[in-house]
């Protein structure tokens, strides 16, 4: 009965830096969902998964930003040469399947700062 | 202009007491609408859905409204409690050629005092 959990819960890394954030979503969800919380603004869609494969990376602010899903289950979101404005927390949300009758579980966020 | 606006932006109100918080949306074809709760260093999680037909929803001391046909939703919290000190964000669904995506607020920050 666990929930969606995210690692690390916060990361401090230096400018130009590459960075890794898993997410590992609830059994069983096919759909998978990474958002950005900046300060003071509202959850930004970054990418969304439906298994394996990424229908939708619309949201991803730059290529430095990438993100994959491995065996429906755990994905990974990586920033290459991070910059200041990358710190936010990143949430990672997974429902049972895509659509708008499928509540989105959410994890913790990881909380990651460039310094 | 952000698609999904709510007010206040932060709001204190005393142990016990009411509170409504406001959610005007502009995107379209609508879906539904939740409302959020996030508590600081959490992930939000939903209190209540609601569709295009649905006028009033509550969740234990929750109770959401919608019209959509002004498109403006409001959350209702009645004797409030210290716990219930956290974001509330209104996300709607937007029905589209991808089966649609999620619009979210900024949230209203509602801190209740003792």
């Known amino acids: 009965g666990a929930g969606v959990s995210q690692s690390p819960s916060n990361k401090v890394t230096e400018k130009g830096k590459d960075v890794e954030l898993r997410c590992d979503p609830i059994s069983g969800h096919t759909a998978l969902y990474w958002y950005r919380q900046s300060l003071g603004q509202g959850l930004e869609f970054l990418i969304y998964?439906?298994?394996?494969?990424?229908?939708?990376k619309s949201g991803l602010p730059s290529d430095r930003f990438s993100a994959e899903r491995t065996g429906g289950s755990v994905s990974t979101l990586t920033i290459q040469r991070t910059q200041q404005e990358d710190s936010a927390v990143y949430l990672c949300a997974s429902s049972l399947d895509r659509g708008p009758s499928y509540e989105q579980y959410f994890g913790p966020g990881t909380r990651l700062t460039v310094t | 202009k952000n698609q999904v606006e709510q007010s206040p932006q932060s709001l204190i109100i005393l142990e016990g007491k009411n509170c409504t918080l406001q959610?005007?949306?502009?995107?379209?074809?609508?879906?539904?609408l939740r409302w959020y709760k996030q508590d600081t260093g959490r992930g939000p999680v939903s209190l209540t859905i609601?569709?295009?037909?649905?006028n009033t929803k509550s969740n234990g001391r929750y109770t959401a409204t919608l019209d959509a046909d002004t498109k403006q939703s409001s959350l209702h919290i009645t004797a409030s409690q210290l716990s219930d000190s956290a974001s509330y964000i209104c996300v709607v669904w937007v029905r589209g050629s991808t089966l649609g995506r999620l619009y979210f607020g900024r949230g209203t920050q509602l801190t209740v005092w003792p």
């Open positions: 609601m569709t295009f037909s649905e």
């Open positions: 998964f439906q298994g394996n494969s990424a229908p939708d």
């Open positions: 959610c005007n949306y502009t995107v379209s074809p609508f879906s539904n």
